[in-house]
């Protein structure tokens, strides 16, 4: 398996896109919580290689979203987590641009209607930010609640998307 990683600036803040294979493994805010070390990577025999296919297409579609003229990502992902974990990642991938939904929805959909807490921590694990977009999860009130990316960045996303 061979893993390459990128460093990009966005609007948004300066990003590090993982891939194992041709697959998107990780993207995180350069800062945020559970972002991997990249001693660590390069240990595993990871590379920087910015133009390694998946991390440009990357690069690429998150420009295209930050432009506007993007709404819905297509990159090959690999979620690696528990099958709770994927459950819930796959619930956030229905989320339309533009719009949100509660915790309490997204385990509903989830199948764990009672399980709101183990969702949140489900979705603050995720490992591929605004592709998986957990930025559109809410409080059941609408209130912005916890991001590991924080507060202001997930306010400035969902400006961005004119949910704010």
């Keep these: ?20 294979d041709d697959r998107l493994a990780g993207l995180y805010f350069v800062g945020q ?7 660590a990577l ?20 998150v420009a295209e979203y930050e432009v506007g003229s993007r709404v819905e990502f297509e990159l090959p992902i690999e979620l690696a987590g528990t099958e709770f ?11 339309p641009w533009g719009q949100t939904r509660s915790y309490a929805q997204v385990a509903h959909g989830a199948g764990s209607p009672r399980a709101v807490r183990a ?4 979705i603050g694990r995720n490992p591929v930010s605004v592709v998986v977009p957990c930025h559109r999860v809410v409080g059941s009130d609408g209130s912005l609640t916890g991001y590991t990316g924080g507060l202001e960045r997930k ?3 969902l400006r961005h998307e004119r949910v704010l």
């Design 42 to 61: 390069e240990r595993e025999g990871g590379l920087r290689d910015d133009d390694w296919p998946v991390l440009a297409e990357t690069r690429r579609q």
């Design 119 to 122: 969702v949140g921590a489900a």
């Design 155 to 157: 306010r400035a996303l």
């Design 33 to 39: 919580k559970d972002q991997p070390d990249l001693r």
């Design 1 to 20: 398996m061979k893993i390459r990683y990128s460093l990009f600036d966005s609007r948004f803040g300066e990003l590090l896109a993982i891939a194992r």
């Design 85 to 95: 974990q994927r459950r819930v990642w796959a619930q956030l991938l229905r989320i």
